[in-house]
């Protein structure tokens, strides 16, 4: 896999700083002297408009250890596997500040157990609007999964998933939330 080393423009290894455009600049200076940054990145725009680039330095066992992990996963570049990691943190947080986010309710049920479908249908009845769509499909003799697809705040749709999840009979489940596509930016052609 080639990818680019990150370090390959710093002229010097400085853990603890942050490099923009290879000049190492401390956090607490960009915190004093805003500025700074927004004259970087404007330097930048110029160049390659809407994007950033940052150097980022860390140790080389971690970054050996990151590689790894991304070459796992099937990343081809560094810049994307980084994208991801901040994205799931931006999504934790809006997630737990409760603003709309978007949800698939994955559900692996024994239909054999009395009364347990109308229950799970009534809850999603219930859930009302929040429900987008539900895809039923018989696995086997006994078994049904069940994809719900939800929209509504985080804490909604872990109640109204926990709801399902915990009833007997239900032996399996799995809530994904996702950014509701406000503030999603299509950066699939950037490297
Ligand atoms: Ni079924």
């Keep these: 896999m080639a990818m680019r080393r990150a370090g390959e423009t710093e002229r010097q290894a400085e853990p603890n700083l942050l490099h923009i455009n290879g000049e190492p600049v401390s956090s607490r200076s960009l915190r004093k002297q805003s ?3 927004s004259e970087l990145q404007s330097k930048w725009r110029i160049a390659m408009p809407g994007l950033s680039r940052i150097g980022v330095s860390l140790e080389e066992a971690l970054l050996q250890q990151f590689d790894r ?3 796992e996963r099937g990343y081809q570049t560094r810049s994307e596997a980084f994208r991801d990691l901040i994205r799931e943190k931006l999504l934790s947080k809006i997630v737990k500040s409760n603003k709309p986010v978007v949800g698939t309710l994955t559900i692996v049920y024994d239909h054999h157990i009395p009364s347990l479908s109308e229950k799970l249908t009534e809850i999603q009845h219930n859930a009302g609007l929040m429900i987008l769509a539900a895809t039923h499909i018989h696995l086997d003799h006994n078994h049904c999964l069940e994809v719900i697809i939800m929209k509504g705040r985080g804490k909604d749709l872990q109640a109204v998933a926990d709801g399902m999840i915990a009833m007997r009979g239900v ?8 950014n509701s596509g406000d503030n999603l930016k299509h950066t699939s052609h950037l490297n």
């Design 35 to 37: 500025g700074i940054r």
């Design 69 to 71: 992990l991304i070459a």
């Design 171 to 178: 032996e399996l489940g799995k809530l994904v939330l996702a």
